[in-house]
Nanobody, 129 residues
Framework: VQLQASGGGSVQPGGSLRLSCAASGLLLDYYAIGWFRQAPGKEREGVSYISHSEGATYRNYADSVKGRFTISRDPVYNTVYLQMNDLKPEDTAVYYC?????????????????????WGQGTQVTVSS
């Protein structure tokens, strides 16, 4: 399993970025994808989550990003996206995507990094004027 995160960069406050997490070795129909971030000196934080089961898509967001971030999936390209709008300086962090099989582990908690089995490399997001 490999997860490839990309799309980070530097933007001004109020700007937008779209992060991508390209997955190989797993199918999004059976695996949940979570986005996490870690700022210098801070603990890792669960940002968003997506899974798909029996025709329904499930999404979760941290309170700090609700209304500004949108997570989506493209099963054709086996890729998950995190659209980030109205970015704030406090969104500055390294962003990681991670995955686990929700079919095998339905009781895991989406925002707990320890519940994820596979991790991609990080992509830096910097929001500054």
């Amino acid at each position: 399993v490999q997860l490839q995160a990309s799309g980070g960069g530097s933007v001004q406050p109020g700007g937008s970025l779209r992060l991508s997490c390209a997955a190989s070795g797993l199918l999004l129909d059976y695996y949940a994808i979570g986005w996490f971030r870690q700022a210098p000196g801070k603990e890792r934080e669960g940002v968003s989550y997506i899974s798909h089961s029996e025709g329904a898509t499930y999404r979760n967001y941290a309170d700090s990003v609700k209304g500004r971030f949108t997570i989506s999936r493209d099963p054709v390209y086996n890729t998950v996206y995190l659209q980030m709008n109205d970015l704030k300086p406090e969104d500055t962090a390294v962003y990681y995507c991670a995955s686990y099989s929700f079919w095998a582990h339905p009781g895991r908690t989406w925002y707990e990094g320890r519940d994820y089995d596979y991790w991609g490399q990080g992509t830096q997001v910097t929001v500054s004027s």
